[in-house]
């Protein structure tokens, strides 16, 4: 083996260096690129020239270094890092990421401090060579490191060595440091002596040699005005030196062996490259991308699966019809061990004890994807599965929530692997689907199996990697358990009560209709806004707020701003809402009964939202529109499935606030809850500066838009829409809040920096929420990441709260051996069924179990009651 040679690079450096060298360049999405692409010219440069066989690149990880106990301003006149600039910052990471090279930083070290630290421990055994744009680092040459300071542009270099130096300025590479001590620095705030350029600094240098030499020897310096300055500024002098000298021997946490470079990923370079717009490069390149043939898949289409062909663990793949799991039809099964792959079809599956034991043992382990659909269809055919030890879809989410589809070809391409098709080249599409002849169906099977079966170790690294192994493993794994035992389980609905609820709606409609048909003094299409136009804005004479193509827009937020205009718009709004409750809610929650039991199966959506909330389908019972109190009686119609039973709700007060409370540390807030005052009363005193009996009813609705504004990442515009008041007072109310709450504002504005430099938001569990758009040129797209920015870590932590209670509260449920079902989730809002005698002990343990699911800085609040039926339960 040859020599070996580190490269040591200064990332935050090179890439200023970059950015401030090349004009600004920016890719087909407007993301700015010129430090990306500067960067990987030189790079590319000196790979190849110097073929390395260690590297890393170090960067500096935040603002804040141990340089700053001595002297706070250090570093402190430097320009806030252009927003051009900051938004390429993870496009860098990826692509150093995608060559293969080991990145590091380290809380309250710098860069320099990094690099010193391998250099020194490298150059026993090997090369050592630094790239850098700043001339600090040229303190580290010595005999076996030569660092490359990048001039006028980024692949022009001048090399130090030791002679370099010497030639230069006449000095040794540690003098260098007392150089900066004597000048100072500006570009880092390091002060130096007043009046001492570099070349009084040397010539000092060449005759004392240091500038603690100098100092023991100052009194024998003849009178000058250098002299006073000198004398003056010793203690200033002194501190330069230290601050400007790398430390090295930081506490790194990664060795050498670390550092191996084995080479580009080509294929992933080139994917950023072509992401980024480098044509040039792409052009210029002799990288390769594989084209991947579908690999060879031995399997066997088994009709009956005996005890020994099932392992310990194995890839398992349910194959359905469609994503109605409750309900349609199973097309197969698939089985591998990465081994040998095999198919059963579902009639040779149903009623085989081999399998069914296999299923329902614990000690098995079953890698999946969708265990909680495959939980459902199994539970219909009496099989109860345990030992599932990894879900492909909850994996694949929790890396990127952005990911969708639960087609296993479109999960698998986000991790590279493509020996799989997608499901409509298999059955075709909408008329034309179709199910294949056996043996394609079961090759379709089992590549899924496979492809499961092959990523696991893949996307398991990537969650140790993100730190998100925990949230995955821990939490989203043993709930889909539980959303799934609560979709069996469904809930019972008294059709005789939405049906009497249909026939009042109906008759309210009706009478709604005659109202508005008497104001108009004609009948007409309620329905249509062509019609609806004409009879407010011509015949009626109502002022038109909103012009659309086809006419004049009769959309609810122009219909509100008129109702103190004309009595006929109330009965239109109230007619719209009835109408939407009867055709939605009540005949569709209807469709959703099954026959047999009487009950509505929702499906929970775990892996859609991209804040972590659960959403639910067929029916939706998140919804319901509770505004409204015709809305809300729909949930009369919600009761307990056994006799003597009742409903037992609880749910979160204000958990987002109290989120926001605990992300932002802002006293004010913190201390509010902490109280136990009511959040929004609190908000109004701060904001109008009035004692808590002066707050008014008016001022209390104000606060409570803001403080769920603020959650929400509200614009003025939307805060002036919802309180009917202007923009300028909008802005001026959120503007008052953020002085009052100034925590608060601080956590909006670090986060959105934070995601800035990152690409991605995280909640207290570590969810992410990557946001592309953060950096975008385009104003729109870049605000609403911003605001994305801001509220998913609220929402996000609270959909970790709420999950983690229903994890906890199961495992609760089982400790003391209740009969007690968890039936629903909605919001923040947990839905129970109880025998009577039970609900003494859950007034206990639900509020218990809820608020302290995850411990805040600020208590959780839970509220309780239960009824006969879900309205009678709030």
């Known amino acids: ?29 407007g993301i700015h690129t010129n430090a990306v692409y500067g960067f990987t010219t030189m790079l590319q440069k000196i790979v190849e020239e110097e073929k390395p066989t260690k590297m890393l690149v170090a960067f500096d990880a935040g603002k804040t270094t141990f340089r700053h106990e001595s002297f706070e301003e250090y570093k402190g006149g430097r320009q806030k890092t252009p927003p051009e600039l900051s938004e390429q910052f993870p496009y860098l990471r990826k692509l150093i990421d995608a060559y293969q090279i080991k ?196 399997f066997e289409i088994v009709e009956n699966v005996t005890a020994d062909m099932l392992q310990d663990t194995m890839a398992i793949h349910v194959e359905l019809e469609n994503e109605h799991y409750h309900t349609c039809r199973i097309l197969g099964f698939g089985f591998t061990d990465g081994g040998s792959s095999f198919y059963v079809s579902f009639e040779n599956m149903h009623g085989n004890e081999a399998i069914k034991t296999w299923l329902e043992d614990e000690t098995k382990k079953k890698y999946m994807s969708d265990s909680k659909a495959a939980q459902a269809i199994l539970k219909r055919m009496d099989i109860n599965l345990r030992g599932v030890e990894f879900d492909m879809l909850l994996a694949s989410y929790i890396t990127n929530p952005a990911i969708s589809g639960d087609d296993i070809a479109t999960l698998a391409k986000e991790f590279g692997y493509t020996d799989v098709q997608a499901n409509e080249t298999i059955y075709g599409k909408g008329a034309k689907w179709k199910v294949p002849e056996e043996n394609v169906l079961a090759e379709h099977i089992c590549r899924k199996a496979f492809a499961i079966w092959s990523l696991q170790p893949i996307v398991e690294e990537k969650l140790k990697e993100n730190e998100q192994f925990e949230l995955y493993y821990n939490l989203e794994l043993p709930l889909a358990t539980i959303l799934g035992a609560m979709e069996s389980e469904g809930v019972k609905v008294n059709i005789e009560t939405l049906e009497k609820m249909g026939e009042d709606l109906l008759q309210k409609i009706s009478s709604l209709e005659a109202e508005i048909y008497d104001l108009a003094g004609e009948n007409f299409n309620i329905n249509s806004p062509k019609q609806l136009g004409v009879i407010l804005f011509e ?30 718009v109330k009965y239109i709004l109230d007619y719209r809402q009835l109408a939407k409750l009867q055709s939605t809610y009540i005949e569709g929650l209807m469709k959703e009964v099954h026959q047999e039991d009487s009950k509505v199966h929702t499906r929970f959506q775990q892996a859609l939202t991209a804040t972590g909330r659960l959403s639910s389908t067929d029916p939706n019972l998140q919804n319901i529109p509770i505004r409204l109190e015709e809305g809300r009686r729909i949930r009369q119609a919600f009761v307990p499935s056994q006799e003597g039973w009742v409903l037992f709700a609880a749910d979160y007060s204000q958990i987002e606030l109290r989120v926001l409370a605990h992300m932002s540390n802002d006293s004010n807030l913190v201390d509010a809850f902490r109280q136990g005052m009511d959040i929004h009363t609190r908000t109004a005193m701060d904001v109008f500066h009035v004692p808590a009996e002066e707050v008014t009813s008016n001022m209390r609705r104000a606060a409570k838009a803001v403080n769920f504004g603020i959650v929400y990442g509200i614009s003025d515009y939307g805060l002036s829409q919802n309180l009917d008041i202007t923009r300028k007072e909008a802005s001026e109310f959120i503007d008052k809040y953020l002085q009052s709450f100034p925590g608060v504002k601080e956590y909006m504005d670090n986060i959105v920096q934070d995601a800035k430099l990152k690409g991605y938001v995280t909640t207290i569990l570590n969810r992410r929420r990557y946001l592309p758009d953060i950096t975008s040129r385009n104003f729109n797209l870049r605000s609403f990441a911003e605001r994305t920015a801001m509220n998913t870590p609220i929402q996000g932590s609270a959909a970790d709260i709420i999950k983690k209670a229903m994890v906890d509260m199961d495992a609760r449920l089982k400790e003391e051996g209740l009969q007690s079902k968890l039936l629903l989730q909605v919001h923040d809002e947990l839905i129970f069924e109880a025998p009577k005698d039970e609900i003494e002990i859950l007034e206990r343990i639900v509020p218990e179990v809820m608020e302290h699911a995850i411990e805040l800085s600020v208590p959780l609040k839970v509220d309780f009651s239960y009824g006969n039926t879900w309205y009678d339960a709030k």
Request: charged share 30%; glycine share 6%.
């Open 1 to 29: 083996m040859g020599k070996e040679k580190l490269l040591l690079l200064d990332g935050n450096s090179l890439a200023y260096r970059a950015f401030f060298a090349l004009p600004l360049l920016t890719n087909d999405s």
């Open 539 to 568: 015949k009626l004479g109502l002022p038109a707020i909103k012009k659309t193509k086809t006419g004049y827009s009769t959309a609810a937020d122009v219909l509100e701003k008129l109702q103190s205009e004309h009595q006929i």
């Open 103 to 298: 990145r590091y930083e380290k809380e309250l070290y710098e860069a320099d401090d990094i690099i010193g630290t391998l250099a020194k421990q490298a150059e026993q055994d090997m090369d050592v060579i630094i790239v850098s744009g700043d001339k600090d680092l040229t303190q580290l040459a010595t005999n076996k490191t030569t660092v490359y300071i990048t001039r006028k542009g980024i692949t022009d270099i001048e090399k130090y060595t030791p002679s370099h130096i010497e030639e230069k300025y006449g000095l040794t590479p540690l003098q260098i440091i007392d150089m900066k001590g004597l000048m100072g620095d500006a570009s880092d705030n390091i002060p130096g002596v007043p009046g001492v350029g570099e070349k009084t600094a040397i010539k000092l240098l060449k005759e004392y040699g240091s500038v603690e030499a100098l100092y023991e020897q100052i009194e024998g310096m003849k009178k000058s005005k250098m002299k006073e300055k000198l004398v003056e500024n010793e203690e200033q002098a002194k501190l330069s030196k230290k601050l400007a000298t790398i430390f090295t021997e930081a506490p790194i946490d990664i060795s050498l062996e670390d550092l191996n470079y084995p080479g580009p990923n080509e294929e992933e370079v080139l994917n950023i490259w072509q992401e980024l717009s480098f044509k040039s490069l792409i052009e210029k390149s002799e990288f390769q991308v594989e084209e991947k043939e579908t690999a060879a898949l031995e």
